[in-house]
């Protein structure tokens, strides 16, 4: 579905933005721009990727007017700039909201605006029954782009509005595994915040495939939810410790705004849930004829005896396993 198609990726200079990248690459795209405001690490990415396809915008998706121009002629885009580390969030709540927000607020009235096919926003599993700041400001970005759909003219504006909702990419910057590597490498305790905690787990390629086997499944008004299994930090901990050698561990507690254990699909979205392949499907209807009308490619069926969908709940990896993604993926 890519083929030939010009894409815009929103905070396209980050981990997930650049796998992206790679990968569209490699499926025959016309064009990639990336959009970002953080030019050292544009001129970094240009030089790392030298494919003819990039362009590079510098912008930031508080400015409406940069979008617009960024879009023109885009065929789909991804959403993925944001303010995403915790800590900081809490401490300055008013510049997420107008990143994480406002920002996507910007996105979508561009698309609209520009005529994009598709769009399609990264969520996170701390937008579920939020904590901290940064989760609500991502749930409401989830919120608007799943709205989106509902107060447009199809006829004017054909843009589908999805997003996608997953746990912490592994290795991804500021989460645990690159820390506890780089503690273990300079001969530091391991600061672990909770023995008790869990974490969903996906790797960069597993959370790609879901992304495009998303966006190209997506009708609009989805929120997709892949079917991961979870690790617990005290396994992570033992499996760097096996690859890299023993250090010191100190127990330091969670962090402000921090969960014990995450949840991609709580209690009350669990009637709005369906399933279809390898992955859930949150509609925000309750009618089961404008479901069957929705014609996806496969099957698919309620999400019958389902349970909170937290990481403390579903399967873990076990530790060999986490040697290996660790062993493949970060060193």
Not at 223 to 246: C, H, N, Q, T, W
Not at 302 to 330: G, H
Request: hydrophobic residues 40%; neutral net charge; contains cysteine.
């Amino acid at each position: 579905m890519f083929e030939g198609k010009k894409i815009l990726i929103t905070g396209g200079t980050g981990s997930l933005g650049q796998a992206l990248t790679k990968r569209l690459l490699s499926m025959n795209v016309n064009t990639i721009r990336i959009f970002s405001r953080n030019e050292s690490k544009q001129i970094e990415m240009e030089s790392k990727f030298n494919d003819e396809r990039l362009r590079f915008f510098l912008g930031d998706v508080r400015d409406l007017e940069r979008l617009k121009r960024a879009m023109e002629g885009v065929d789909y885009v991804f959403h993925a700039a944001a303010l995403k580390h915790v800590p900081k969030i809490e401490y300055n709540p008013f510049e997420a909201i107008k990143t994480n927000v406002i920002g996507s607020q910007n996105v979508i009235d561009a698309c609209l605006e520009e005529g994009v096919e598709k769009a399609v926003c990264i969520g996170t599993d701390k937008a579920v029954s939020p904590l901290n700041t940064y989760g609500a400001t991502k749930l409401l970005m989830e919120k608007l782009f799943v709205t989106a759909n509902n107060y447009i003219n199809p006829e004017r504006h054909p843009t589908k509005f999805i997003a996608v909702r997953y746990g912490n990419v592994l290795g991804s910057s500021g989460s645990v595994v690159p820390i506890f590597i780089k503690q273990v490498n300079k001969k530091q305790k391991i600061t672990i915040t909770d023995p008790k905690m869990t974490r969903f787990s996906v790797t960069m390629n597993e959370a790609l495939d879901f992304i495009l086997e998303s966006t190209e499944l997506g009708l609009g008004s989805e929120v997709f939810v892949p079917k991961l299994r979870s690790y617990s930090i005290l396994d992570v901990k033992d499996a760097i410790m096996e690859l890299l050698g023993k250090t010191d561990e100190e127990t330091v507690g969670i962090r402000l705004g921090e969960k014990l254990h995450e949840v991609l699909i709580n209690e009350y979205e669990i009637g709005y849930t369906w399933e279809i392949d390898n992955k859930y499907i949150i509609i925000n209807t309750l009618d089961n004829e404008i479901i069957k009308k929705r014609k996806y490619n496969s099957n698919i069926s309620r999400a019958v005896n389902m349970q909170i969908y937290s990481s403390d709940k579903v399967e873990k990896i076990n530790k060999e396993e986490l040697k290996k993604n660790i062993k493949d993926n970060l060193l």
